[in-house]
C-alpha cells in the first residue's frame, strides 16, 4: 500500500543531477566553466539546486559529469559542507539525458522500490520536490514527471495527461496548433522508481526525454504528471541565465543558499562599490569585484575580479569573471566573456557576446547626449 501523505516513506533521499552539458548556447560563459558552475546571486548555480534538494530530505547525490568534470569535486568535495553526501561520475562519451542516468545507477544505494529524485542542471524551480514524491507513492507509479504550463509551448514537449494525471503521450515540439493539445510540457525533473533505471540500455546516448519515456509509456507502465506552476526558468540562454540570477537576488525564485539578504542587490564582502554606485534589480556582485563611481548596474551579474569603471551603465548583462567595463560604457543585454576588455566610451546592446579575453578598444567617436 502507498505510505500515508506525510510519512517518512514520502521523503526522498537519492538523487541524480545531470549537470554533463557543454552549455554551447550560453557561450562564452561556458567556455571555461561547466553551465552548472556560472555563478547566479553570487555561487555557482549547482549550489542552489543541491541546498533545495536537501532542504527536501535528499541526503545522497550522485553527480553525472562529462564536460569540464575536474571543475566540479575541487569545489563541492563531499558534500559535507551542505550536509550532503555527494558522488561524482564521469562519462568518457556524451550518453545523452537516459544513458546519463543509467551510467551512474551503480552509485545508487536504494531498493528496487524505492524513488530517485532526478533532475537536470539548468533549471531554476520552485519544485515542490515533497509533493511530486508523495504523488509518485500514492498514484504508484514506474516514474513521476514535474509538469509545468507555459504560454508558448512549441519550443518544448508537451506531455498530455488524463484527468488522473496520467501521462497518456510525449510530444516533441510541435509548430502547427493542431498539435499542440495542452500547455503542459516537461520541466526537467523526475522521480524514478528505481527498478526501472535498471531497464535503460547501457554504453549507448539514450534520450530520456525521446526514447525512455515514449517506451516506457507504449509498454504500459505509469507515468504519472505533477504540474507545479510555481517558479520555472530553464536558464539555457544568457539572458535567461541573468533573469535568474536577478530572481534569486530579488526573492522571486526560492533557493536557501543565496549568500546574502534578498532584495535589489546582492554585494559579496570583499567587493568593492563606490558609495555613490547605483545597483538595483537583482544585480549581484561578485568576490573582488569593483565597481567604480557613478556606475548604475540594473539586473545584472558582475562575476568575481571584475571591473566596471567609473559612469558606466549596465542593465540585464553578465560580466564575466576578471573582465574589465571602461567608463562611461554602456552595456544592456549582453554577455562580455572571462577577462575580456571593453574600452571606454562604447556601447553594446540587444545580444552581443565578447569572447574570453577579447580586447574592445576605447571608442573612437563619442556622442553626448543630446544629439
Known amino acids: 500500500m502507498p505510505a500515508p501523505a506525510g510519512s517518512r516513506d514520502d521523503k526522498v533521499t537519492e538523487a541524480i543531477l545531470l549537470v554533463g552539458g557543454k552549455g554551447t548556447r550560453l557561450r562564452p560563459l561556458t567556455v571555461n566553466t561547466p553551465k552548472p558552475m556560472v555563478p547566479a546571486a553570487g555561487v555557482p548555480f549547482l549550489t542552489h539546486q543541491l541546498a533545495r534538494a536537501r532542504a527536501a530530505g535528499v541526503e545522497h547525490i550522485v553527480l553525472a559529469t562529462s564536460y569540464l568534470a575536474e571543475v566540479f569535486e575541487p569545489y563541492f568535495g563531499d558534500g559535507s559542507a551542505l550536509g550532503l553526501h555527494l558522488e561524482y561520475v ?3 562519451e556524451p550518453l545523452g539525458t537516459g544513458g546519463a542516468i543509467r551510467n551512474v545507477a551503480s552509485r545508487l544505494r536504494s531498493g528496487p522500490e524505492d524513488p530517485v529524485l532526478i533532475f537536470n542542471g539548468d533549471i531554476l524551480t520552485g519544485l515542490d520536490i515533497e509533493a511530486l514524491v508523495t504523488t509518485h507513492r500514492s498514484s504508484g507509479a514506474d516514474v513521476s514527471l514535474h509538469l509545468t504550463k507555459v504560454e508558448d509551448p512549441r519550443a518544448f514537449g508537451l506531455v498530455p495527461t488524463d484527468r488522473s494525471g496520467r501521462v497518456t503521450a510525449f510530444l516533441e515540439k510541435p509548430q502547427t496548433p493542431e498539435e499542440i493539445v495542452t500547455d503542459q510540457i516537461n520541466a526537467g525533473a523526475y522521480v524514478f522508481r528505481r527498478s526501472v533505471i535498471d531497464t535503460i540500455p547501457t554504453g549507448r546516448p539514450v ?15 505509469h507515468l504519472q504528471g505533477m504540474v507545479d506552476s510555481t517558479y520555472w526558468l530553464d536558464l539555457g540562454t544568457p539572458q535567461a541565465f541573468v533573469r535568474g540570477s536577478a530572481d534569486l537576488v530579488l526573492g522571486r525564485a526560492p533557493s536557501p543558499a543565496v549568500p546574502g539578504r534578498r532584495g ?10 563606490a558609495p555613490d554606485a547605483k545597483l538595483t534589480g537583482g544585480t549581484a556582485i561578485g568576490a573582488n569585484a569593483v565597481i567604480a563611481e557613478g556606475a ?31 567608463a562611461r560604457t554602456v552595456l544592456s543585454g549582453v554577455v562580455i566573456g572571462d577577462g575580456a576588455v571593453v574600452g571606454a566610451d562604447n556601447e ?6 565578447v569572447w574570453c579575453d577579447a ?4 571608442a573612437s567617436v563619442r556622442f553626448s547626449s543630446d544629439q
Open 296 to 326: 548604475r548596474i540594473d539586473g545584472s551579474a558582475v562575476l568575481e575580479g571584475a571591473i566596471v569603471e567609473e559612469g558606466a551603465v549596465i542593465s540585464s548583462s553578465l560580466i564575466g569573471a576578471g573582465a574589465r567595463i571602461g
Open 264 to 273: 535589489d542587490r546582492l554585494v559579496l564582502p570583499s567587493a568593492s562599490v
Open 348 to 353: 553594446l546592446r540587444d545580444g552581443a557576446r
Open 359 to 362: 580586447v574592445l578598444p576605447r
Open 207 to 221: 534520450s530520456v526525454e525521446r526514447e525512455t519515456f515514449p517506451d516506457l509509456l507504449s509498454s504500459g507502465a
Open 90 to 92: 564521469t562519462e568518457e
